[in-house]
């Protein structure tokens, strides 16, 4: 071999040789991952029907014009509340509620006063006979007192004179009585000039303008108002909760509607759970055979809320409804944080035996506990990790859902970490405890 060819390989083997001695040294496996672990808590769930609903009022009226004239004046601001009749009020801005119109009331003015003049006649009318009747009887009186004197024929004829002036009179008190009523209408068309709110709520706006005539050959539609303080609840049962809830019920294990308020649990749009709380009211006699359904009412407060006194719900929202099924019943719960999604529907990592991680699916149930929004005065949180000694604090208890199916309360959760976890690899776990409310005795 050449001297130069010998150098360029003991170079190469040179260069090799350390390459050879990594690959020799493999590196050691990295350590199991660190993870939060707990127990499923055992807790007293209610279980609950759900549906979906819609709000409405629990009263609406129609305002109408009932006497014919011209609108005048409009008084209301569009889409506000007004007030209705207050009968203990001392004012008639209260007493009888607030004005919303005016409709000229010139010509019914003069009716009343032209009931009041013929009312007027009709007691003049009353004197005039009763005197009339004295006179006759006064006649009556001397002629019979005459004897012989007087002839029947004057005698008879003052005597059918009384009894003409008895009749007139109570012709003229027949008259007057029909006087009062007219001037009783005339009075009750002029109050209907003012249009007053019939009851307290939301008004719409005004669908005939000033100067327009109104009340000529119907009640024109002037606006609506509709109660906002209360509202109801519909929503449609399937038969088969209805049936499911009939034989609860006849076993005792949910009230009996007919006898024990049944309550109803209402949440909106934009809402977390199910803030407001009602009590159903109405269910239909009959099950639609179209639909297989039956509609059912609740009804639900709505006071206002907020410094601004604003009604946090209106009639026509898309409500989610929650109704409680049968009594609580003890379930595993863990955090909804340890949930996850999968094709397969939601799981959970178990951690088995030698601390492998093995993927476990699981049925959902009831939500037991939401965490209230941060705020400054706000109250400790209900649920709460207690961490191992020598351990981070556990993460914020957010959500606690009761699981249906797929766990119990000695399987060991994955709740921290979840990044971390492959199903099949080894974990190191660090044992949290979770706690909620105290039960109640």
């Given at each position: ?210 100067e327009n005539l109104v009340g000529q050959s119907e009640p024109t539609l002037l606006t609506t108002i509709v109660r ?78 907020g410094p601004n006194n604003v009604w946090l719900l209106y009639p026509g929202l898309y409500a989610r409804v929650r ?119």
């Amino acid at each position: 071999m050449p001297p130069a060819l010998g150098r360029v390989a003991f170079l190469v083997l040179l260069a090799a040789a350390p390459g050879c001695k990594k690959a020799a040294e493999a590196p050691p496996p990295p350590p199991p991952p660190k993870v939060g672990v707990a127990k499923p808590t055992v807790a007293p769930v209610l279980g609950y029907y759900e549906y979906n609903g819609t709000l409405e009022t629990t009263k609406a009226v129609e305002v109408r014009a009932r006497v014919k004239g011209f609108l005048k004046k409009v008084y209301f601001v569009e889409g506000t509340e007004v007030r209705g009749p207050d009968p203990e009020a001392s004012d008639d801005e209260h007493k009888f509620g607030e004005k919303l119109y005016a409709i000229d009331p010139r010509e019914y003015k003069t009716a009343v006063r032209k009931a009041e003049a013929e009312l007027a006649k009709a007691g003049a009318d009353i004197l005039n006979w009763k005197a009339q009747i004295k006179l006759a009887a006064a006649d009556v009186e001397r002629l019979t007192q005459a004897g012989t004197a007087a002839s029947k024929t004057e005698l008879d004829k003052a005597k059918a004179t009384l009894e003409v002036n008895e009749a007139e009179l109570k012709a003229a008190e027949a008259t007057r009585e029909a006087a009062d009523a007219s001037l009783h209408t005339a009075n009750i068309q002029l109050g209907y000039t003012d249009v007053r709110a019939p009851l307290s709520g939301l008004i719409s706006r005004t669908h005939v303008d000033e100067e327009n005539l109104v009340g000529q050959s119907e009640p024109t539609l002037l606006t609506t108002i509709v109660r906002m303080d209360e509202l109801y609840v519909f929503f449609d049962a399937p038969e088969r909760d209805l049936v499911d809830f009939q034989r609860a019920s006849a076993a005792k294990k949910v009230p009996d509607p007919v006898v024990t308020s049944v309550p109803v649990l209402v949440g909106v749009t934009g809402e977390d759970g199910y803030p407001h709380k009602g009590t159903i009211d109405f269910r239909e006699n009959r099950v639609d055979p179209g639909t297989g359904t039956i509609r059912v009412r609740g009804r639900v407060p709505n006071p206002k809320s907020g410094p601004n006194n604003v009604w946090l719900l209106y009639p026509g929202l898309y409500a989610r409804v929650r109704v409680p099924a049968g009594t609580p019943a003890d379930k595993p719960v863990i955090p909804e944080e340890a949930l996850m999604t999968g094709q397969e529907g939601r799981y959970v990592y178990v951690v088995g035996a030698e601390n492998k991680v093995t993927k476990r699916t699981v049925t959902v149930g009831t939500q037991v506990y939401r965490a209230p929004p941060p705020a400054p005065d706000a109250p400790p949180a209900a649920w709460s990790y207690k961490a191992p000694s020598g351990a981070p604090p556990g993460p914020v208890v957010r959500s606690v859902v009761a699981i249906e199916k797929g766990l119990t309360k000695d399987d060991v959760v994955v709740i921290d970490g979840l990044q971390r976890v492959r199903p099949g690899a080894p974990v190191e776990p660090q044992v949290y405890e979770l706690n909620g409310p105290p039960r109640a005795k």
